[in-house]
């Protein structure tokens, strides 16, 4: 395996013309950046094999799953202002579960693929996953078991939605499923800051959300965002003094992801914080929360121990370097499937169609609606499972150097040096942790150690376009390509 071809000057370089810069690609779950994956034919029935090959050598294997809604309520501005995932205008009901009904036959296609799995966790999605009615949460969990006839007794269900259109007998029925946990999309606390982005979100619709959650024994968690437009450190603090105050255990604030032909883009961006204001925002929200008994998670989770109702789960990152398993359904899902002992080139990401037409034809005429994959060579391998961990703000080198036989400090040591000169890595013989601001800046560290990979990714991807557009474009005109760790 070679070293890191990145110089101590390129590092340095690097990180002296980014630390100020505007991050991207904040959500981070997997590499490379999805604009990456050109795969249009992904050979569903070789990784289908795969699966059984790897079950009969090491047993029984974990499975997370992830199920997509498509629809969202309108907004104006639409897509709440900021929201750059793949979503279509809520149809009203009748549409909403003819599209469940695909998602059942997309699981029927996937029933002999995941025989002898055990399910370890789930996301319910989207768009908005609480715009189904309160029957259709006890059809997704029986769906759900019936895929999964075993799953793990701490799995974290998770059902995410917005607080103004949970109701009592929703809650009810999601409890009443099987699913343990909500994740409440709220954004802002603050009113005035909310309505910029035409969502309909009053504080009552939060606190009585919670309230239910609470009563009926679910795990509540809420989202928030900061570095949203006019936000200022005294309304990102006085929202989280209200969360702390409704004992509200489980805290994700994202940094906003700003991009696309989105209102917050096109028509406030002069009223977005800095980058080094986000900076303050993130510093203020962390020492805010630490100071009030939370731990850091991951780089955007902050849990308060003592929830009674709370599993050992984390979302969004994983600790394990060897396997990786996420079976997506529906509109837009996305799917993990890899393992470092199949033949290189055998690991996959891929996403399902985010055309909803395109996705239901596929269903229709028994094809997987797959719409595009990237093929994970080792190294990239390495990549992905690297900033996965990283997400938890640390790495374990011993795990890693077990699962992969090399020294993730060894790899990218100079990277590791320049972090830990500046105060915003650790490295010890076991970890590498990210500390001080090290975690704000998890998604630029990841993008400067994928940089040499994104370089090579970019001129596959131009080689690629200039080929399928023709000779003159083959004798080398110029084409658009898009930049390191582009939101994607
Ligand atoms: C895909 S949304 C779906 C959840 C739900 N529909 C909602 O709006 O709350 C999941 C979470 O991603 C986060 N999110 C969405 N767009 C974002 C962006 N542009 N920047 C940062 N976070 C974002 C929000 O915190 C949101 O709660
Ligand atoms: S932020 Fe949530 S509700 Fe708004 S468009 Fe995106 S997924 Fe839909």
Known sequence: MPATVLSTDLVNNYLDSHLGERQVNKIQHGFPSPRYWNELSVPLEEIGEDRRRLREVHGKSPVFLYIGVPYCIKTDPGKCGYCLFPVEEFQGNAALENYYGYVEREAEMYREQMEDTVLVGAYFGGGTSNLYKAPVYHRIMDMTRSLFPEIAEEADLTLEGIPQLFTREKMEAIRGSGMNRISMGVQQINERLNSLSGRKQTTKHVIQSLEWARELG???????????????????????????????????????????????????????????ANLELYRAGRDFLLDHGYRQLSTYNFRRPGDPTARDFREGYTTRFDHLDTLGLGYAAITFFGNPTLPPGRSWSFINHRSLPQYKAAVDNGRFPVERGFRHTPDDWLLMVLFRSLISTEVDRVQYRAALGIDVYEKFATVWDALAERGLAQITPEWIRLVGDGAFYAPMISALIAEERYRELREETARHRRESRGPAAAAGVTLPVPGVGSAG
């Open 218 to 276: 679910l795990s509540a968690n809420v989202d928030l965002i900061f570095g949203w437009p006019q936000q200022t450190v005294d309304t990102l603090l006085e929202d989280l003094e209200t969360l702390v105050s409704w004992d509200v255990y489980d805290i994700t604030h994202y940094e906003l992801n700003v991009g696309g032909p989105t209102d917050f883009a096109l028509n406030r961006y002069h009223e977005l914080p800095s980058t080094l």
